[in-house]
């Protein structure tokens, strides 16, 4: 399935409270232009919002991209989340519900992960994290 | 942007307009929180009915909101949790436990109302 034409990839550099807002407002953008239903547009935007808010806790800064993409006869959309902080140091914990090192959040990525189709994080200490999550239009 | 914050009666409504940022919604907690004293309210009502993305901070703030008015004496109703918005903070794992919810401004009323009948007995 062709991409309708006004889906374009965007790159949001975050690294406030503000951009978090920015990054998850385009992504809703993005996922209607694709089709999605306004439930999974706000899964979408709910999950940009979980994973900016990590780089600005954690990392500072970084980028969100976000990337339409399309199958045989589907679309979908990807979030990357990248950031060149400390990175983690544990992510099989980090995974576990519950777990924050901030103390404060304790979603994070576990919650992300059931809100979309598709996750994978890589991390490497000292060199920083990239969370890419998939959802497909359903 | 700033949440405007109507005062009606007892009661103090602050109706969220748009999509906020997370200082947005800490600016949103101190001024309920001082308000509350300044006008002597009896409760507190969030409209969050045009809140875009309620994420952990936007639930966290709404939790830490509802319990800074209550040891101020007030009560606080959140209402208009959005259909999708509900769905996506199940599936996130977030919920405002111990804070009513009413579906509605005109429900909130009620359910302030209701309280504070029951308080006077």
């Known amino acids: 399935m ?67 993409v399309e199958s045989q006869d589907n679309y979908g959309l990807i ?7 400390e990175g ?5 914990q980090a995974m576990q519900d ?30 920083g994290t990239t969370v890419t999550v998939k959802k497909w239009k359903r | 942007m700033e949440v405007p914050i109507l005062k009606q009666g007892p009661y103090l409504i602050a109706t969220i307009q748009s999509a906020l940022t997370d200082a947005d919604l800490l600016q949103l907690r101190d001024s309920l929180v001082e308000q509350v004293g300044r006008y002597r309210s009896r409760g507190v009502i969030v409209d969050v009915t045009a809140l875009d993305v309620m994420d952990s901070f936007a639930s966290r703030t709404i939790r830490d909101i509802a319990q800074m008015i ?11 949790i959005d259909p999708d918005v509900a769905f996506a903070m199940v599936r996130l794992g977030l919920n405002l436990e111990g ?14 109302n209701e309280r504070a009948r029951a308080t006077k007995r």
């Open chain 2, 70 to 80: 209550k040891l101020r004496g007030a009560e606080t109703v959140i209402v208009g």
């Open chain 1, 98 to 127: 519950g777990y924050s090192t901030s103390g404060r959040l304790g979603v994070g990525l576990p919650g992300v992960k059931r809100l979309m189709d598709e996750f994978e994080i890589v991390s490497e200490a000292g060199k």
């Open chain 2, 99 to 112: 804070v009513a919810t009413t579906l509605d401004l005109e429900e909130g009323l009620v359910l302030l």
């Open chain 1, 79 to 85: 979030i990357t989340a990248r950031d060149e902080g």
């Open chain 1, 2 to 68: 062709r991409l309708p034409p006004e889906a374009e990839e965007a790159r949001v550099p975050i690294q406030s409270d503000t951009d978090i807002v920015t990054a998850r407002q385009r992504g809703r953008m993005l996922a209607t232009q694709l089709g999605f239903t306004s439930g999974d547009a706000t899964i979408v935007a709910t999950a940009i919002s979980e994973l900016a808010r990590n780089i600005v806790l954690y990392a500072k800064k970084g980028e969100v991209a976000l990337t339409p």
């Open chain 1, 88 to 92: 983690i140091a544990d992510v099989r």
